[in-house]
């Protein structure tokens, strides 16, 4: 850049609206505090002026909270100090905005701060990044923390009246007086690291609360006197323990953590209301009765937050040495939680994926920001060549946020993170729409999708609509995407009952592209030369996220020879036959 008119252009600009206002003084803010501009040969200082005057201007119309909370900006800081030292005159939270953002040298600060109004330099008392010539020579200008007075000081202003009695009669020698010793008043408000009081008593309570810091082991074991101080200890939930039961099924032993708590229970008949189902328990006594093994009997315990809930027994019969029967010796578990988070390998790949996505939206948002204040010319008029530019940047932003949120979906159905929702839907009418809005572009290559059912068809599914209907577009776009010209594919639908369920089979055939593929759900590359587009990574992976999504409905997606078919739930009112959940 051979010359710098960037201030010059915004002086010339006219600022009329609220929105001109704040952005030529957010423009002014950033261009006088980018380096020092006093004894700068290369500013004019007729113009320098002029910004200063400006921004006076602007500082008028503008009101004093907004100003301070545009000088706050996350990531804004300044390197001039003639900025500083400007922004020192206006209101307190602008001064006290603008010395929390000066980032200048020690020589800038050690020429600043004598000129600051008394005002401002208390500001400078809540910045802890200071250089140690401003810290030195702050103290010099007697410049200290407002805190509260020391007690020696705090007791020698106190004022008290004397006493409305009789005068004691003064004697004719002065008593001497014990001499009584005085606590020394605290003078300096630093220490000698330079650390004020408040932020040294913040270090002694964090180390404080570390030396103080148990493990869970120490809380649990260490008595503690009754002082009106408890720990606080996490709530415990036992997941297992081993116990002995006597012949009539009584637990008389067991894990010494939970003996008090389940030491005497029985371990059926006593657990459940009277009107309650409980067929584990049925299990359970009959087990005791015949003498057999228990392998994986579900009962519910009552009593303590710790052992409350449902548990799985394990446990074999014991006999005395005459062959006598005496009980049963075995182990408790925990019934695994269905709403808990899943923990294998899997889960774990899963959670590192949207932690990466998420890493990856952050830039890619910011790139879409920027496009769009460039095409929309929020900051300015921009050239149209630079304007199309920035929307076909803005676009492609878009697509790949898409394709994030597509990765995102797939890697929580296959956890089991997400499910869809159940509803009602005509899966026929969906088909019929889809390939609607797919014939138009498809008859431009004289191809088509041809329909095997009639118009007047209705097949119900219990699936909530919105989530029907992005399955069916992403199934049947990914297949349309990959028709050659003059190939056309038929799709059959029909309900299928057997098997304890009634499903409705979509049946779709596979064009030429996709028929060759050994694996349909592995294929990477996006198909070329279309106008349609299921998704930003091809044909295969919105195929398997179709397959996700029909799994996690309670059907499938399976590819049967040059056809694919898709399985949903039908929508019945027969408890008979249920529209069963299975993966």
């Known amino acids: 850049m051979f010359f710098d008119d960037r201030l010059a252009t915004v002086l010339r600009q006219r600022a009329t609206g609220e929105g001109a206002l704040r952005t030529q003084f957010r423009q002014l803010l950033d261009l006088l505090g980018r380096e020092p501009l006093r004894g700068n040969s290369k500013v004019d200082q007729s113009l320098l002026a002029t910004a200063w005057l400006r921004m006076d201007a602007l500082a008028e119309a503008i009101p004093a909270p907004e100003r301070a909370r545009m000088i706050r900006e996350p990531g804004w800081r300044f390197r001039s100090a003639d900025l500083a030292a400007h922004l020192a005159d206006h209101e307190p939270e602008v001064a006290a905005a603008a010395l929390g953002r000066a980032d200048l040298t020690s020589e800038d600060w050690t020429a600043l701060i004598p000129r600051l109004p008394v005002r401002a330099r208390g500001f400078l008392r809540l910045r802890r990044d200071l250089p140690v010539d401003a810290e030195a020579l702050l103290a010099r200008l007697g410049v200290h923390d407002r805190g509260l007075p020391a007690p020696a000081a705090a007791l020698a202003e106190t004022i008290t009246e004397p006493p409305a009695t009789k005068p004691a009669v003064r004697p004719s020698a002065p008593i001497p007086l014990r001499p009584q010793a005085t ?61 002995a039961a006597d012949a009539g099924g009584r637990i008389e032993w067991a894990t010494a953590e939970v003996a008090p708590m389940v030491v005497g229970t029985r371990l059926f008949g006593a657990q459940l209301p009277d009107d309650a189902s409980a067929p584990g328990e049925r299990n359970l006594e009959r087990a005791f009765q015949r003498r057999q093994p228990v392998t994986q009997t579900p009962i519910t315990l009552s009593g303590a937050a710790a052992i409350a809930g449902g548990w799985l027994v394990d446990a074999e019969p014991r006999f005395s040495d005459e062959g006598h029967f005496s009980g049963y010796v075995g182990r408790l578990r925990r019934l695994p939680d269905p709403h808990a988070a899943p923990s294998g390998p899997e889960a774990r790949e899963a959670d590192r994926i949207r932690q990466l996505l998420h890493e990856l939206r952050t830039p890619v948002t910011a790139v879409q920001g920027y496009a769009e204040v460039i095409q929309q010319q929020l900051f300015g008029p921009a050239p149209h060549e630079y304007r199309a530019l920035a929307a076909a940047i803005a676009a492609d932003a878009a697509r790949i946020l898409a394709g994030f949120e597509e990765l995102d979906r797939l890697a929580r159905l296959e956890t ?28 431009s290559q004289e191809a088509g999708i041809a329909l095997g059912f009639a118009e007047s068809t209705a097949v119900l599914v219990a699936i909530d609509h919105d989530d029907a209907e992005a399955l069916v577009w992403r199934l049947l776009a990914s297949l349309a995407a990959a028709c050659s010209p003059s190939e056309r594919l038929g799709v059959q639908i029909e309900p299928f009952i057997g098997g304890h369920r009634a499903l409705a089979r979509l049946t779709c055939d596979l064009p030429a592209r996709l028929a060759a593929a050994d694996n349909l759900f592995a294929a990477t590359a996006a198909p070329g030369g279309s106008a349609i587009n299921a998704g930003l990574f091809g044909a295969g992976f919105a195929l398997r996220l179709a397959r996700a999504e029909a799994r996690a409905a309670g059907g499938s997606l399976d590819r049967d020879g040059h056809t694919l078919v898709l399985s949903l739930p039908l929508l019945t009112g027969s408890q008979a036959l249920p529209s069963a959940r299975e993966g």
């Open 416 to 443: 089991g993170a997400v499910t869809i929702q159940p509803g009602e839907c005509d899966l026929a009418e969906l088909v019929r729409r889809t390939a609607a809005q797919l014939d138009p572009v498809l008859a």
């Open 183 to 243: 606590a020394p008043a605290r003078i300096h408000d630093r220490d000698d690291n330079g650390r004020t009081e408040i932020s040294a008593l913040v270090e002694r309570i964090a180390q404080f609360r570390r030396e103080r810091g148990e493990s869970r082991a120490e809380l649990e074991s260490s008595p503690r006197l009754p002082l009106g101080e408890l720990p606080e200890r996490p709530p415990r939930i036992v997941t297992g323990f081993g116990f």
